[in-house]
């Protein structure tokens, strides 16, 4: 089981944006700015290329969903939109509100936000979200 598995089963606290039957998004904890957030599937896949066309293609329109209310709370040009998948052995999508190309880049510090800070910007972006 991986960590983003026992984030969806609530063995492990988030900060949660946006959920449905499918999906589930919530803040990174290491986030590279403020609003920083990942979308999983609740399926356990590794590979975001291992999801089936429906899963993929159902997943990229939640993010879309997603990325317009972090574009509701958080200031910023657009939201960018980033797989990786080296770091956590399950699929997922990094929305990042971005205000400059750099703003993406990984290796970046990473920003150390309060408990109330993250509360607050998670709900943000969930009173932004559209069912």
Known sequence: MTVFSK??????????????VDFYAF?????LVKGHTL??????TDYIYDLDDRTAGEMF????????????AIPCKRV?????????????IHLIPLNRESD????????KL???????IAAAIAAGFEY
């Open 114 to 120: 309060t408990e109330e800070e993250f509360r607050n």
């Open 104 to 111: 993406m880049i990984f290796s970046n510090p990473k920003l």
């Open 80 to 92: 960018g939109i980033a797989v990786l998948g080296l770091e956590v052995p399950h699929a997922h």
């Open 61 to 72: 329109v939640f993010s879309k969903r997603v990325a317009k209310a972090i574009q509701k």
């Open 39 to 44: 979308v999983i599937p609740k399926t356990e």
């Open 7 to 20: 984030i969806i089963a609530g063995e492990i606290p988030s900060y949660k944006v946006a959920e449905n």
């Open 27 to 31: 803040l990174d904890i290491n986030p």
